[in-house]
């Protein structure tokens, strides 16, 4: 539950689990009712997370009334697809972020400072790009590239803007000016600091803490990769959200080494 939203999920195998999802949905549903409460089923939706083609269909009901199935929704300001994929989410905050850099070069014309520029920057149009990034972090280059393109606009605006001579298409000394670095490298800052502060504590999340795999070793080597990461045999698996930042932190780890 967060605010009011409140998801109810199980992992389905068979029809009995569907059974079972339902029978908790039926408790849920009495519950809301002995506290006065009532759900609005015209805002409740079914989905189905899966990448196999052959889904296990179930109707879940409310009280008699049908819960519409969708393959997409937007969550917390999130778009999730059923096969997990985050393309139409990068799409989406690719689109609002370019808008709102519209909006912000239009106003900054007269700008001649680079901290008030870059300021503005960062907290209306890269906090757009970088929203709950560790969760749908992009693994193709088609969508990495996608976000990268914003800030390059931004940073060809803002030489113009602040008389930054640069090789054409190459924003590297603009970057270095304003202090920036590329949206692909904060991502990866942003994997193992999430990381860190669950480990440490800092962030209180049991559930994922369990399944964070710790390398122990037997002897010492003079690897000193601290995580054991899980064999993937495709990008899909390999971007799995814990699995990148423990693959991240020890690829730190080995460069710091």
Sequence with gaps: MFADDLKLFRKIDNLSDCS??????????????????????????????????????????????????????????IIFNSDLNFHSHTEM???????????????????NLSSSLKTIYCS???????????????????DSCQ????????????????KINHPPHDY???????????????RVNANIEFLNKLVDGRIDAPSLL???????????????APFVVPAHTTNYGRNNPLDRMMRLANESTVHQN
């Design 210 to 224: 369990s399944i964070v795999n710790f390398k122990v070793p037997s002897r010492t080597t003079r690897y000193h």
């Design 20 to 77: 079972t999802l339902q029978n908790d949905l039926n408790n849920l549903v009495s519950w809301f009712n002995n506290i006065g409460l009532q759900f609005n089923v015209n805002k409740c939706h079914s989905m189905s997370f899966l990448r196999h083609r052959s889904p296990i269909n179930y109707a879940y009901s409310i009280n008699g009334s049908s819960v519409t199935s969708v393959c997409s929704k937007k969550d917390l300001g």
């Design 124 to 142: 209306l149009v890269r906090s757009l790009l970088e929203y709950a990034s560790v969760l749908w972090d992009p693994y193709t280059v088609s």
């Design 147 to 162: 976000l990268e393109r914003v800030q390059r606009r931004f940073l060809s605006c803002a030489a113009f803007l602040l």
């Design 172 to 186: 590297f000394l603009v970057m270095q000016e304003l202090s920036l670095i590329s949206l692909a490298d904060r």
């Design 93 to 111: 905050i690719c689109c609002k972020a370019l808008k709102t850099l519209g909006f912000v070069m239009r106003i900054s014309k007269e700008f």
